[in-house]
Structure formats: C-alpha cells, structure tokens
C-alpha cells in the first residue's frame, strides 16, 4: 500500500479543520479520499478515536453519506472519553485485562463518606450521612483531578499542612492527606481502582504498545483537544505511527503570533496550545486537514477568533481589523462575517425556550435542513422539548430528563417525607391520588380520603384519622394501606436512627406493598430508581446512622442527581446537543443557548477543600480552564453559516450578565 493525501508526508503528522466548516464531513472525506488508493481492505483495518461516543456516531453517519449511499465497511471508530464528561471508560482490548475493575460511582461516593465520617475529628465539625455525602462528591472531584493529572500529593500536602496557610485551610490539608492514605487502602481491600485512575493506566499503556510496536494500519484522533496529560501523550503517539495522524478541531492559524503567547486558561486556544507545547509542535507544523475547503465562512471565523484574542493582546485590534480589509479589497470582512449570525435578547427563561423552539420548527419547514440547539443548560433544554414535543417533534436530546421528575421517584420521596411526618395530609393525599397507586384503587376512595379524612387540622393520631373515616370503608381501607406502608418504612427507626442501607430495604419493601412490582421498577427510571435503592442496600452499609429526616435529604440528594436518558423515535433531523458534543457535530442551523454569565461559561467551580494558591502549588489545573474549553465550544458553533445566539436579561428571577 502507498499512502497518499495526509499520510504522504512523514510524520508527526498534525492537521486541522478550520472552526467554519462542518468538522464530521471534512475529516469523512479527507478520510475516504486518502484511503481511497490504499486498496479495498484498508478502510476496515483502520482506526479513528473520537472524543465522546455521539462524535463515534456522527463520524460513522458522516463516512456512510460521504460514500454517496454506498455499502461499507467502517473502520474502528472508538471513542477516548474525555476523562471528566462521564463517557465509558475506554477499553483498548486485552490491556484491559492487566488492570483491577473500577469501583462503581454509587459505591464510592459511599466509600468515601464513611471515610469522612472516620476522620472527621480531623474535621472543625462532626457531619452527619447526608453532609457526608456531599464532601465525599467533592472529594470524588478531587481524586479525579489528581488521577487526571497525575499529580502526586503527598509531600506536597504535607507542606501545605504545615506551612503558612489560615487555620480552616489547614485543617482541610491535614484532613486530605488522611483520606488520599486511607482511600487506596479501602481500594486495594476491595480489589478495585478508581475509574479516572483506570482509564489513565489504559491510555498510557496504549501509548507505550503504539510506541513500542507502532501500528501499521491508518489509525486517526480527532476532534480531541488532549486535556489530560494521558490523552495528550496517546497523541503525539498516534501523530508519529507510520499512518497516523491527529486531527485538531478549529485550530487559530491566523491568530498573530504575539497574541498567541500570550494565549491563557480561559482563551478558546488555551487547551490546544498547551497539547502542542507538550508534543513539542508549533501552529506552523500543522497542516490543513483539506487544503482547498477554507472558502465557505472564513470571514466569521476570523471575527470569532478576533473577539475573543486576550486581553493583553488587544492593544492592536484597530491594525488587525485594517490588516483583514486589505485581505480582501473590496469586501467589508466584517460585513461578510456577521451575514448568518443573529442575537435574540429574551425577557425570561421561558421566553428564551419558546424563542428556541421556534426558531428549531421553523428550519424543518425547508425539506432536508437540519437544525441543533447547543447549550450547557439543561433545564433550559428541557423546556425547549417540552414546547417541541407539543407540536409533535420529538428532538434527538442528549440533555435527558430527571429522575426526579418521574412518577416512580415522585412516589418514593413521598412516602420518605411520611415517614418523617406520619399524617402530613398533603402527603398522604398525594400517595392516595399517584397513578402508581390511584390505577389500583377505586378513585372514590382517595376522593372520599380527601374529603371526610383530611380536609381541616392535620389528624392528632391514627386512630383519629381512621375514626373520621369509619363510615366509609372504602376510604378507610386506603388510609390503613397507606399508613401500614408509612410504618413498614419507619420500622428501622425504633431507636430514632436507622442505618441508610436497611432504611432503603424497608422503603422499597413498603413501595412494592402499595403497588405492582412490575410498574414501578419498569422503564428507564424504574431502573435507574431501582439501581439507586440497590446500590443504597448493598453498598450503603458503610453509611453513618441516620434519623428519618437525614436520610429523606440522602434519598432527595441522590434522586435529584439522576438523569435519564430519553429514548424512543426522534426526529432525524433535530437535536439538542451539549457544548462539547456540537464540537463535531454540524447542522444548518445552530441555535445557541444560555449565554449568560455562569451558565455559557460556568462559573469557576468552587473548592471546598483547596484555595488556589493550594491547587496551584499541587500542580493541579486552575478553575478557569473549563472556561478556555467552553469558549473553544463556543468559538466552533458560533462560526457555522446560520447562527442564532440567545441569551435573557433575568435568570431566576434575577438579572442576567451576558457571557463576554
């Protein structure tokens, strides 16, 4: 085979499609162009590595239509996972085998709370179960953190410890030391390994095989940024094998250079140019992916790029914008740039989601036009089906839908708030009248419930309750049903506290009792619902005691972390995407969402444990790095022909800031 096209030149081999065009299509047909003299077999043997599963997905329809309709047979197309998206762990064949299984989330979280729990006289404070949870979700973020980047922090936490910090930040050095040296003694215990730290020990030993015996078939990345040091190294790797190469998404060529020193965290280059000073690779080493497709939409990609240069590098903005009119005499560049680009100022959240909606109805009025809505917030998105769904389009959404919004989770946290407060009427009314429970019952009765039971004060007592009802036995078989369920679930709580795990025992034994089995668990949430109760009863017994409200507020934390993901038929030419999923994913119109401050970028998140001169000196990632990966998200959409920007000026009641 003679290799041609991209894989012609030796290597490292570096390549790039320009933010403006359509990233999936180009690489399909650079990919199917450069392949296309290498013989009818190379195609199957070769590799791409996307960056999420939905980009493996739209790679694989990208090489199906770029082939005219044609039978054929697909390479490998695997995705890596961006090691902080929640994609599957990566499983790069037999190399897996070599490594203990990762611990489930659910069980770690519980893990780590006992842990908390253990050294909490570390601690200015004694936390309970649920305040438990809550630091063991932080301190799941930071062990990720670590094992991401591979910092080792042991003496480094020792002289944060004891150096010059105040008291509270010391405290919680003291204290992180003593959970990073018990939490692998827990894990070896257990015979098992975080899922960060599993998936850094695959890539780098994929990278020492590729390094070691290069592969001899094509073998492509793209569309990764290489955030994680693991990833970044695979990379270079994989840009160096005999037919390797990287493809690098909206890569800034023309981006002077004194601006692109000076490129930080929170800039849209900032991960890319931090994956090329590590691969030891200048801008001038990369190569276009398609050397003759920089045409379409070229003008708003320099104004994208030109509105978001740093800061400090904005001193000659006035020159640069001189410097691209003579580019192009007799063209305004910056009238040819903003053709297509739209800004849709809405009053409220809701007006915002009905401006979305419309504006995604009205491109699937023109036979064969896609249509995507990008945005970070998922209640906005949410909001957005909803309206879509009420005309009878059925988006393909990766925002999915809570749990806790569904009617097996409604049922559970009612009956958990009864067993707080046995007889609150409100509740009761509620269990009487859910469908889960109503479907099996005359409808008279919860009616009657109602009316004669619980309608005035709240009843005293059971028995007082019951009386009210004796000349109706219909109603009062209901209320003895419902309130033998609420004194199954209290069952554990004789003493005042219960450990979680048995109170999750006695409230799903008490859920079945009010209802068919087979209904509740059904369906996606019945499942999820049901993983969560299980993984509470196996893995929560190393959960602190807790009192009936305690762990109400573990049951609502839990369920309310929960998304579902919606399944069934959608329409095939509408999607509602996450910023880092419309990376390489284009439609023909783009509407993009949640521009405002602290949504479209987030907020830096906050530490609990670690200030930043703390993180900085552990050597782990500033907060503002997530911003420079929004903004690339952002850069890339906001460059597509047809572009819809929408923000509002109050959000939650509140006024807004636009994102700048």
């Not at 005309?391 to 708030?417: C, K």
Request: glycine letters at 8%; hydrophobic letters at 45%.
């Amino acid at each position: 085979m003679i290799p041609t096209g991209p894989f012609d030149r030796a290597g490292p081999r570096w390549f790039s499609i320009p933010a403006h065009r359509p990233f999936v299509d180009d690489l399909a047909r650079g990919f199917l162009d450069a392949l296309s003299h290498m013989g009818p077999e190379a195609l199957p043997r070769a590799t791409i590595l996307t960056p999420t599963k939905r980009g493996a997905r739209a790679v694989a329809d990208a090489l199906l239509a770029a082939s005219g309709g044609k039978a054929l047979l697909l390479p490998q197309i695997r995705p890596l996972g961006d090691l902080d998206e929640g994609e599957p762990p990566f499983e790069p064949g037999d190399l897996a085998l070599d490594l203990p299984p990762a611990i489930a989330s659910r069980r770690r979280r519980f893990e780590l709370a006992r842990i908390v729990v253990d050294h909490a006289d570390l601690l200015s404070f004694s936390p309970g179960a649920s305040q438990a949870l809550e630091m063991a979700k932080a301190l799941a973020e930071f062990l990720d953190s670590c094992r991401i980047e591979e910092v080792a922090t042991d003496d480094r936490l020792d002289s944060l410890a004891d150096g010059d910090l105040a008291r509270h930040w010391q405290v919680s050095a003291r204290f992180l030391k003593a959970v990073l040296a018990a939490w692998p003694q827990r894990l070896d215990t257990l015979g098992l390994i975080d899922v960060a730290d599993r998936r850094v020990r695959l890539l780098r030993a994929l990278a020492q095989r590729w390094t070691e015996h290069p592969p001899t078939e094509v073998l492509v990345a793209a569309g990764s940024t290489g955030t994680a040091p693991a990833t970044a190294d695979l990379l270079r790797v994989v840009a160096a094998a005999p037919l390797g190469a990287v493809v690098l998404p909206g890569l800034d060529e023309d981006l002077a250079e004194t601006a692109w020193e000076k490129v930080g965290e929170q800039h849209p280059q900032g991960a890319m140019k931090r994956l090329l000073d590590r691969s030891g690779v200048t801008r001038a080493d990369v190569r276009p992916w398609f050397p003759q497709s920089d045409s379409r939409g070229r003008w708003r990609r320099r104004i994208v790029n030109e509105a978001l240069r740093p800061a400090e590098a904005t001193a000659d903005w006035l020159a640069q914008i001189d410097s691209l009119r003579a580019e192009a005499p007799g063209l305004d560049p910056v009238a040819e740039g903003l053709k297509g680009l739209a800004v849709i100022t809405a009053r409220t959240e809701d007006d915002a989601a009905g401006a979305c909606a419309l504006l995604l109805r009205e491109a699937l009025e023109v036979p064969g036009r896609t249509a995507a809505l990008v945005t970070p917030d998922q209640t906005l998105a949410r909001r957005v089906t909803a309206r879509l769904q009420r005309w009878g389009v059925i988006p393909d959404s990766s925002a999915g839908a809570p749990l806790a919004a569904s009617p097996a989770a409604i049922l559970v946290q009612h009956l958990a708030g009864l067993v707080v407060q046995p007889l609150d009427p409100v509740r009761l009314l509620a269990l009487a009248k859910h469908p889960l429970i109503r479907d099996e019952t005359d409808p008279a009765a919860s009616i009657t419930l109602e009316l004669k039971g619980l309608r005035g004060p709240t009843p005293p007592s059971q028995p007082v309750l019951l009386k009210k009802l004796a000349d109706h036995p219909d109603a009062r078989a209901l209320a003895e049903r419902l309130l033998a369920a609420v004194a199954h679930a209290a069952a554990p709580y004789v003493e005042g506290l219960a450990p979680p795990a048995q109170a999750a025992l006695a409230l799903t034994q008490a859920l079945e009792s009010l209802t068919d089995p087979d209904r509740l668990w059904v369906g996606s949430a019945g499942e999820s619902l049901g993983g969560l109760l299980s993984a509470l009863i196996e893995d929560g017994v190393v959960l602190p005691k807790a009192t009936p409200q305690a762990f109400a507020d573990i049951l609502d934390r839990l369920v309310n972390e929960e998304t579902l993901r919606v399944g069934g038929a959608t329409h095939p030419r509408l999607r509602i995407l996450g910023a880092i999923e419309a990376r390489l994913v284009r439609a023909d119109r783009l509407v993009l969402a949640g521009l405002e401050e602290g949504v479209w970028p987030q907020g830096a998140p906050i530490d609990p444990f670690l200030s930043r001169p703390m993180r900085e000196k552990l050597g782990l990632p500033p907060p503002e790095r997530r911003v420079g990966l929004t903004a690339h998200d952002f850069a890339q959409a906001a460059s597509a022909p047809d572009v819809i920007l929408v923000h509002c000026e109050r959000r939650g009641g509140a006024p807004a800031v636009e994102s700048r």
